[in-house]
């Protein structure tokens, strides 16, 4: 098991030095620079920016310093913004991605797996067909419409929440709301697919000969090789969310992480693109190392195969 | 198919497909919507007294009228025109990019499945890198590269959305390429090439058709996303992002201009996953997901 965890993170830091690298490539190529947008700075200030945050050395020798500062936690500082590191504006916006992304994945997980776990225990019935049907809806709807709509009703109509903004304790609600319910969508058919293939299988029918309750088979031995569909969605799932749906928090106006990888990559803001690529990976990297750990331990058919 | 005449011993499997497709009311249904929703959108703005552009200040924003079936937004533009036209964009961006994607994974899994076991290696990690990349910041780099020009916005996402179609495509090549056909065809002295393409693509297309079906919707939404915040479709231009955007900003005083583009939007989708469901269960009748 220990080899197993081993050699998957050092997939997983692989796996973060090629985003890094990759990252790193596709910025340099991109026309414009990080101070494009401050235009009446004179040459010689411009050269000193850029000199200062190292962005006048060969560029390998930039790679490789992102590299090693990543790896020490001893962030940059963007040229951008003088004075703050890219770790303290992450830090910053993590906990509002983070909050709003977890409380839409319990949102999605408790609306979802009993919608799906009803469908495919009640096959074919009204019961199925109604939950597939609202599961095809949450999937179709995309979160630009269904956000204004939750703030238009709950924020501007009822007066319950904020319609937008980041002020009080609660303001949480209506986006974790709009994520988790178009997840729970996705989630729900995911249980009923991965259910109705398990109760199908030959042990389930040797549970049912030597007489178990339905109860007992569902939960003792159906549920747990059921979850693994819904388990390797969640992992890039997890980290999506947690690091910012972009749109939602546009919509809500959030000041979460989505706003950061859409203003560093407009921006050209080198310093903070490499770190919030760097920090999603991490997290991508960290969720499927979970989801791995848990399905090995959930299916012995997998097991801690390295 | 007990009443099939004994003769018939086997039957073409894309006839039988086909069948077992139109067996489904749901997706025919499905079809019905997407056929009738692409028909709109294309034929309608030759219909319309109205350019999807042309302002009319004087009106400004009106509710839906018998003149102006959608209403008209802040500019006096007729909305049931501009919804047809940015169906056409996003119609096309979806059909387009998922062509990018699919032709990139399905080449990308099919050369990655038959190569050796490094080869295979190598290209299969680069797509874990990939996968553990923010595609967002991908797209808009890469939309910052080529410009925010309208052919190229297709091609930016399919170049972000071909990852799972390769997984997809790879999967299926290592389990095909062990069978006896394959083996007999090597040992006839066919080449890499050959197996690729006469033995390994028609055998793969089934899971593709599947796939990208219901890649379709999920790049439509992509699409969406970019125009939603300004880095798609440039006005006064507009597809149904740009559209559902400017009707979220003002939705509560002139809600016609979110309903209606959000409508058309949501029903494309519906339709394109409904149809996503029928050809997974007409092409793979083992499966029961979904």
């Given at each position: 098991m220990f080899r197993f965890i081993f050699s998957r993170v050092l997939q997983g830091l692989a796996v973060i030095l090629g985003v890094l690298c990759i990252t790193f490539a596709l910025l340099k190529n991109a026309p414009g620079s990080p101070l494009q947008s401050e235009r009446n700075i004179p040459e010689h200030i411009r050269a000193q920016r850029m000199a200062a945050s190292g962005l006048d050395q060969p560029l390998p020798v930039q790679l490789w310093r992102y590299i090693v500062s990543f790896a020490t936690f001893d962030f940059p500082v963007s040229v951008r913004t003088p004075g703050r590191g890219v770790d303290e504006i992450i830090l910053e916006a993590f906990p509002v991605s983070a909050q709003i992304g977890l409380s839409a994945l319990v949102i999605a997980l408790a609306l979802g797996i009993p919608l799906g776990a009803l469908a495919a225990l009640r096959p074919n019935t009204l019961d199925d067909r109604a939950s597939m049907v609202a599961a095809t809806l949450g999937i179709c709807t995309p979160s630009m419409v269904l956000g204004p709509l939750l703030a238009l009703v709950f924020g501007l109509k009822l007066r319950w929440f904020n319609a937008s903004g980041w002020y009080d304790a609660d303001d949480w609600v209506l986006p974790a709301l709009t994520l988790g319910i178009i997840y729970s969508a996705y989630i729900a058919r995911l249980t009923r697919g991965g259910l109705r293939e398990t109760l199908a299988q030959e042990f389930i029918r040797t549970a049912r000969a030597k007489g178990a309750s339905e109860m007992a088979i569902i939960f003792r031995h159906a549920f747990k090789l059921a979850c693994l569909p819904v388990l390797n969605f969640l992992g890039p799932t997890a980290a999506g969310l947690m690091t910012g749906s972009i749109i939602t928090e546009s919509v809500f106006q959030l000041p979460g992480l989505g706003q950061h990888f859409v203003g560093a990559a407009v921006n050209r803001d080198y310093d903070l693109a490499m770190a919030t690529a760097a920090f999603y990976a991490l997290l991508i990297v960290s969720f499927n190392l979970l989801v791995d750990f848990l399905q090995a331990l959930l299916n012995p058919r997998i097991g801690f195969k390295a | 198919m007990s009443t099939a005449p004994v003769s018939r011993v086997s039957e073409n499997p894309w006839l039988q497909a086909w069948r077992r497709l139109v067996r489904n009311p749901v997706t025919v249904a499905a079809m019905m919507l997407l056929v009738a929703l692409v028909l709109i959108c294309c034929a309608g703005p030759l219909f319309s007294p109205y350019h999807p552009n042309d302002q009319d200040l004087e009106l400004k924003a009106t509710a839906p009228t018998r003149s102006h079936w959608l209403g008209t937004d802040t500019l006096g533009r007729d909305l049931a025109t501009r919804v047809m036209h940015g169906g056409r964009i996003s119609l096309l961006v979806g059909?387009?990019?998922?062509?990018?994607?699919?032709?990139?994974?399905?080449?990308?899994?099919?050369?990655?499945?038959?190569?050796?076991?490094?080869?295979?290696?190598?290209?299969?990690?680069?797509?874990?890198?990939?996968?553990?990349?923010?595609?967002?910041?991908?797209?808009?780099?890469?939309?910052?590269?080529?410009?925010?020009?309208?052919?190229?916005?297709?091609?930016?996402?399919?170049?972000?959305?071909?990852?799972?179609?390769?997984?997809?495509?790879?999967?299926?090549?290592?389990?095909?390429?062990?069978?006896?056909?394959?083996?007999?065809?090597?040992?006839?002295?066919?080449?890499?090439?050959?197996?690729?393409?006469?033995?390994?693509?028609?055998?793969?297309?089934?899971?593709?058709?599947?796939?990208?079906?219901?890649?379709?919707?999920?790049?439509?939404?992509?699409?969406?996303?970019?125009?939603f915040l300004g880095l798609g479709i440039q006005p006064p231009d507009a597809s149904w992002g740009v559209l559902i955007s400017e009707g979220a900003a003002s939705m509560e005083t002139l809600p016609w201009m979110l309903i209606g583009p959000s409508v058309f939007f949501s029903a494309t989708l519906l339709a394109l996953n409904l149809i996503g469901d029928g050809l997974r269960d007409a092409l793979d009748p083992k499966s029961t997901q979904g």
């Amino acid at each position: 098991m220990f080899r197993f965890i081993f050699s998957r993170v050092l997939q997983g830091l692989a796996v973060i030095l090629g985003v890094l690298c990759i990252t790193f490539a596709l910025l340099k190529n991109a026309p414009g620079s990080p101070l494009q947008s401050e235009r009446n700075i004179p040459e010689h200030i411009r050269a000193q920016r850029m000199a200062a945050s190292g962005l006048d050395q060969p560029l390998p020798v930039q790679l490789w310093r992102y590299i090693v500062s990543f790896a020490t936690f001893d962030f940059p500082v963007s040229v951008r913004t003088p004075g703050r590191g890219v770790d303290e504006i992450i830090l910053e916006a993590f906990p509002v991605s983070a909050q709003i992304g977890l409380s839409a994945l319990v949102i999605a997980l408790a609306l979802g797996i009993p919608l799906g776990a009803l469908a495919a225990l009640r096959p074919n019935t009204l019961d199925d067909r109604a939950s597939m049907v609202a599961a095809t809806l949450g999937i179709c709807t995309p979160s630009m419409v269904l956000g204004p709509l939750l703030a238009l009703v709950f924020g501007l109509k009822l007066r319950w929440f904020n319609a937008s903004g980041w002020y009080d304790a609660d303001d949480w609600v209506l986006p974790a709301l709009t994520l988790g319910i178009i997840y729970s969508a996705y989630i729900a058919r995911l249980t009923r697919g991965g259910l109705r293939e398990t109760l199908a299988q030959e042990f389930i029918r040797t549970a049912r000969a030597k007489g178990a309750s339905e109860m007992a088979i569902i939960f003792r031995h159906a549920f747990k090789l059921a979850c693994l569909p819904v388990l390797n969605f969640l992992g890039p799932t997890a980290a999506g969310l947690m690091t910012g749906s972009i749109i939602t928090e546009s919509v809500f106006q959030l000041p979460g992480l989505g706003q950061h990888f859409v203003g560093a990559a407009v921006n050209r803001d080198y310093d903070l693109a490499m770190a919030t690529a760097a920090f999603y990976a991490l997290l991508i990297v960290s969720f499927n190392l979970l989801v791995d750990f848990l399905q090995a331990l959930l299916n012995p058919r997998i097991g801690f195969k390295a | 198919m007990s009443t099939a005449p004994v003769s018939r011993v086997s039957e073409n499997p894309w006839l039988q497909a086909w069948r077992r497709l139109v067996r489904n009311p749901v997706t025919v249904a499905a079809m019905m919507l997407l056929v009738a929703l692409v028909l709109i959108c294309c034929a309608g703005p030759l219909f319309s007294p109205y350019h999807p552009n042309d302002q009319d200040l004087e009106l400004k924003a009106t509710a839906p009228t018998r003149s102006h079936w959608l209403g008209t937004d802040t500019l006096g533009r007729d909305l049931a025109t501009r919804v047809m036209h940015g169906g056409r964009i996003s119609l096309l961006v979806g059909i387009l990019a998922t062509a990018v994607a699919s032709i990139i994974g399905v080449g990308y899994g099919l050369i990655a499945g038959l190569s050796g076991k490094r080869v295979d290696a190598a290209m299969m990690r680069l797509v874990d890198v990939l996968y553990a990349f923010p595609f967002i910041t991908f797209v808009i780099i890469l939309v910052v590269i080529f410009g925010r020009e309208f052919w190229l916005i297709f091609i930016a996402i399919g170049a972000v959305e071909w990852l799972t179609m390769a997984r997809v495509v790879r999967g299926q090549v290592l389990t095909l390429k062990n069978l006896e056909f394959v083996l007999a065809a090597r040992a006839a002295g066919a080449g890499f090439w050959h197996i690729l393409f006469k033995h390994m693509l028609p055998n793969v297309v089934g899971p593709v058709i599947i796939y990208a079906s219901l890649t379709v919707p999920g790049v439509m939404m992509l699409e969406a996303t970019l125009s939603f915040l300004g880095l798609g479709i440039q006005p006064p231009d507009a597809s149904w992002g740009v559209l559902i955007s400017e009707g979220a900003a003002s939705m509560e005083t002139l809600p016609w201009m979110l309903i209606g583009p959000s409508v058309f939007f949501s029903a494309t989708l519906l339709a394109l996953n409904l149809i996503g469901d029928g050809l997974r269960d007409a092409l793979d009748p083992k499966s029961t997901q979904g």
